[in-house]
């Protein structure tokens, strides 16, 4: 069965700083993708970034880029020059195998706060 | 391109009501799926159509239920409503031509029941 887990509930991190939220996954399947959403105080859950499992290079997408360690079955989000509009839930995901239950499970989310 | 469209924004109901929420994907996307997210949890997977049908449905009891229109737009539709019904209830569309299915959210309607 597919399985998320972000062991991060909450994180602090001074503006302009990298910061690295963590996700590793369990999965059956021999070819899965990873996802990563945000989702602000207003609630719209907002698609940042995808790796698949058989792509070469770890995925960017400006400022956010995924530490994808196959072996280690973990799917880092490093978000680089942290903003004041990155305060947010981050959620990791990964899809479930299209005879199952749900298209996507999520993890719990990791809360971050940028300090000014 | 517009995004996903959700309606009411707010939804306020008193319990044993019927809340009926809204979804419009993104044009182009055939597959609409709903969330419930109760204060402070993840995602719970509700419902997914695609092309018309029910494909698959989550964990919860038969009150939750809803429809796909020819148009692919979505209805929920939630029966006898209890107060743990309230939550954010998120409403996503994808493409099956993407490949990745990535799934793309709306702003959510947050549901009430006093």
């Known amino acids: 069965a597919q399985k998320i887990t972000q062991t991060q509930p909450g994180m602090f991190v001074q503006e302009k700083e990298a910061v690295t939220l963590d996700c590793t996954y369990d999965t059956s399947d021999p070819s899965y993708g990873l996802f990563w959403y945000k989702q602000p105080s207003s609630g719209e859950m907002i698609f940042l970034i995808y790796q698949g499992s058989y792509d070469q290079q770890n995925a960017t997408e400006g400022r956010y880029s995924l530490n994808f360690q196959k072996a280690r079955k973990s799917a880092n989000l490093v978000i680089s020059a942290s903003q004041l509009g990155d305060s947010a839930m981050y959620f990791c995901a990964i899809p479930h195998p299209r005879s199952s239950a749900s298209k996507i499970i999520f993890g719990s989310g990791t809360r971050l706060s940028i300090r000014p | 391109e517009a995004g996903v469209t959700q309606s009411p924004t707010h939804l306020i109901k008193t319990r044993g009501q019927q809340a009926t929420l809204r979804c419009s994907p993104i044009s182009g996307h055939t597959s609409v799926y709903w969330y419930q997210q109760a204060l402070g949890l993840g995602l719970q997977f509700l419902l997914w159509y695609d092309e018309g049908e029910e494909r698959n449905r989550g964990n919860f009891p038969p009150r939750f239920s809803g429809r796909q229109f020819p148009n692919y737009s979505s209805e929920l539709n939630v029966n006898a409503l209890e107060l743990e019904d309230s939550a954010l209830y998120l409403c996503?569309?994808?493409?099956?031509?993407?490949?990745?299915?990535?799934?793309?959210f709306g702003p959510g309607t947050r549901l009430t029941v006093l």
């Open positions: 996503a569309s994808s493409s099956p031509g993407q490949g990745t299915d990535t799934q793309y």
